[in-house]
């Protein structure tokens, strides 16, 4: 996040391509009543526990206006510091990264702590396709479709005490087979990252074990990760291990590097630029355009009540 600036910010602004509802092929296709097995098939990605999960059913209150990103594309240009800095070598350096079986802790303020299973959650929560911008702090930007499921299923059935008002999530600790994290010891690890409860609470918050109709590959975060398209990426924890639920304001990963940088709620603002760079603008990453930043990264019918 710190060593390679996009040199794009720095040129004039391109104009944005007129908004247009953006429909993929299935959308058509379904919209059309002619969509078959055939066309929808899981392409081999399913299997075990988590079988017919994918592709879920798309949540239609989610449209964009821009393409979906280049499925490649996102696939080969990610930030997930416990492999490496350089975003064009995650993919293959956690290619061997081992995500199954796996386990969240949840603990905190909770009558008592509770271990789920991912597979058990993918098997019993309600699951969705959602289309979502996604907006990097450092300017680039994505649009994709994830698979999982509102927080707010989970936190209902949690059920935290009263005294619960923050939500505190982890990523594992493995430096023996993230380089990342043992090539780089000056970093906090593990990663933290955490929300208010009303935040974690709102409709837009997922987790997500899907992208593209299939599970997650390990360099998106499997095998569960969090969501949150209205603020920068970097809240959008991945390959998450643990949920606390805490009284006070906990700290958080870049927050606790670069405080003047890294603020605890990161909600996308085109007006307040980061120190280094304007926020005005955004690149997304297949086509290389710049489009306008918009305040929320354009949720604030959801969510901009809850900064009032
Ligand atoms: N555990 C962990 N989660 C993380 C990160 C990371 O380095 N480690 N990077 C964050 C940042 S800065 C971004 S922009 C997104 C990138 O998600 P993607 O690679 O799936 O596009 O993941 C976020 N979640
Ligand atoms: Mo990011």
């Known amino acids: 996040m710190f060593i390679r600036l996009n040199e794009g910010w720095k040129i004039p602004e391109q104009l944005a391509t007129p908004e247009a509802a953006y429909l993929n092929r299935r959308t058509v296709l379904k919209a059309l009543g002619i969509t ?5 098939g899981n392409a081999g990605f399913a299997f075990g526990a988590t079988e017919g999960t994918y ?3 798309r949540n239609p209150d989610f449209i964009l206006d ?9 696939g080969k240009y990610n930030n997930f510091y416990e492999f490496t800095t350089v975003k064009e070598e995650v993919y293959q350096l ?4 081992e995500t199954h079986p796996w386990q969240i802790e949840v603990s905190g303020e909770v009558d008592k702590k509770k271990t789920y299973d991912v597979d058990d959650l993918i098997g019993r929560m309600p699951m969705e396709e959602r289309l979502y911008r996604f907006r990097c702090v450092e300017a680039w930007a994505m649009a994709v479709p994830w698979t999982g499921f509102p927080l707010k299923h989970l936190i209902k059935e949690i059920k935290p005490k009263s005294t619960a008002k923050f ?12 380089p990342g994290q043992k090539e780089q010891p000056w970093y906090p690890w593990p990663y933290y990252e955490a929300l208010t ?5 709102n409709d837009l918050t997922m987790l997500v074990t899907g992208i593209y109709g299939h599970e997650l590959p390990k360099q998106h975060g499997a095998p569960i990760r969090l969501i949150t398209p209205w603020k ?33 709620y990161s909600n996308v603002n085109p007006v307040i630029p980061h120190p280094r760079w304007s926020q005005a603008t955004e690149r997304l990453i297949d086509t290389g355009n710049r489009v306008p930043t918009k305040p929320f990264n354009g949720y604030g019918e959801y969510v901009a009540h809850l900064y009032v």
């Open 197 to 201: 409860m009303e935040e974690a609470m």
């Open 94 to 97: 956690a290619e061997k990264f």
């Open 232 to 264: 920068y990426g970097y809240k959008s924890i991945k390959s998450i291990v643990s949920i606390e639920f805490t009284r006070k304001q906990p700290p958080t990963f870049w927050n606790k590097i670069a405080p003047l940088e890294y603020d605890f």
């Open 55 to 57: 592709p879920a059913k």
């Open 36 to 40: 078959g097995m055939g066309m929808m």
């Open 66 to 74: 821009r393409p979906l990103t280049d499925e490649k594309v996102a």
């Open 167 to 178: 939500v505190r999530m982890l990523t594992f600790l493995r430096p023996d087979t993230a």
